[in-house]
């Protein structure tokens, strides 16, 4: 039999094989994309379950936070030291059990030492499924592996606060964490049969002053961003001791990775002009998807009286569009080129969050679908293209090590984004509402005319407070817009790096790269 003969026959197995790989590391990487929203709208129903407070209930999200935050750069040290395969493994199954200590716990002791262990399991489990795609598919399908990755990545926070606010309210809130069990042993199953595993380097030094370093300033960090708001940031000892933290381990541990021997991170992975850019664009993606995720529900709900399930429903299109564009752009990548697709997407992503600047309390639910749909296919269109160019000229050997970057930058500009956002919120909303306020007096004209309702008469008390809640509202309003025309200067912002990137030319692969001059 000839080798063409030999090839031929066992290009349908690869394929095969490929398919079952794919299958399987999506599963978990939907899994743990999904944990990334599914339980904030449970949280009413933890505190009320739990007798906690308000500030107490919130560290079950900040537990898992600081954890996967903190065990995201070493996944690749562990990949190389351990094998991949049973890294993955190890973080499905850990995950998978974490998933269901959770929603059997009965203390919100219980509940925070459970959603460490799901954030420590879980924190690997996107970079390892980017890693294992780019080794899977070759070089030319490297676009198709990363649009396929991107749809799980993408849609699990977008169809999180759906599928959490229907679980919770048709069910319990527990059901939240179990959905993941028969997803988490799908998966564990499908990479303990297909996943191939890589060379083991069991020799391999580990850098532990350095990974402490970079553990203690993102933890800090995390901690601040979390934590800033209800401890109304820097006039609270605790915010100022986290930031100095954070900026002096995040000092010692950059003067480290240039000056050690084997260091944690080795500086050669930021050497690369591409990944050094792409994790630039990753954190402002991080920034609008997660932010906007974040002010949308109680817009709908709080302003515009939306019930949970119905608010949920209206920001599924989102992900419709995020799922129509990464199927185009998959195609697309190797035939235009990659900048273009990107530049695109980053035009769709300020074009929806200009229109969204526009919102009022009365804006349509067509309206906030059809913009939902436009800022999905801008996001699909930067995150597809962007995880390809990323790693494009990135030496394989550093691969999982540069996943690891890619997921830690989009988590922090995630964190940094709901942060800020929240902040200039709260901020805008208090300077709008003393600035509509000082207009408001018994005695202008306006005022005393036949038609202003009487429910907001200033000569009741029951008056006075309705005035006050409508004034609150259109402040609220008026500092949400402000929020989304912030972002979408933010993406604008972002447009000009797109030209010391490098890009390969039309009608080649990824692997063939020029420099645009």
Known sequence: MTDVAVAARAEPSARLQRGFTTVSIMLATIMQALDTTIANVALPHMQGSMSATQDQISWVLTSYIVAAAIMTPPTGFLAARFGRKKLFMVSVGGFTISSILCGAATSLPEMVLFRLMQGAFGAGLVPLSQAVLLDTYPKEQHGSAMAIWG????????????????????????????????????????????????????????????????????????????????????????????????????????????????????????????????????????????????????????????????????????????????????????????????????????????????????????????TGIMQGIGLGFIFVPLSTITFATLDSRYRTEGTAMFSLMRNIGSSIGISVMTTMLTQNTQIVHESLVAHLNPFRMAMQQPWFPAAWSWDTTAGASALNAMVTAQASTIAYLNDFKAMMWIVIAVVPLLLLMRGPKRGQSSETVEVME
């Open 151 to 370: 749809m799980g990545v993408m849609l699990g926070p977008i169809l999180g606060p759906t599928l959490g606010g229907y679980l919770t309210e048709y069910y319990n809130w527990r059901w939240v964490f179990y959905i993941n069990v028969p997803i988490g042993l799908l998966a564990f199953a499908g990479i303990a049969t297909f996943v191939s595993d890589t060379e083991k380097r069991p020799g391999l030094p580990f850098d532990w002053f350095g990974f402490a370093l970079l553990s203690l300033s993102i933890g800090a960090l995390q901690m601040m961003l979390d934590r800033g708001e209800s401890q109304d940031w820097f006039s609270s000892t605790e915010i100022i001791v986290e930031t100095v933290l954070c900026s002096v381990a995040l000092y010692m541990f950059l003067v480290h990775m240039f000056t050690a021997r084997n260091p944690f991170l080795e500086p050669g992975l930021f050497k690369d002009r591409n990944f050094a850019i792409g994790l630039c664009f990753i954190f402002v993606i991080g920034v609008v998807l997660l932010a906007t995720l974040a002010l949308l529900p109680p817009f709908l709900q709080n302003l515009m009286g939306y019930p949970v399930m119905t608010a949920g429903l209206v920001l599924a299109p989102r992900g419709i569009g995020s799922m129509m564009a990464m199927v185009v752009v998959g195609r697309l990548i190797g035939r235009v080129d990659i900048r273009f697709l990107i530049l695109f997407g980053l035009t769709m992503t300020a074009l929806s969050l200009h229109q969204m600047a526009g919102f009022t309390v009365n804006v349509s639910q067509t309206t906030l679908v059809v």
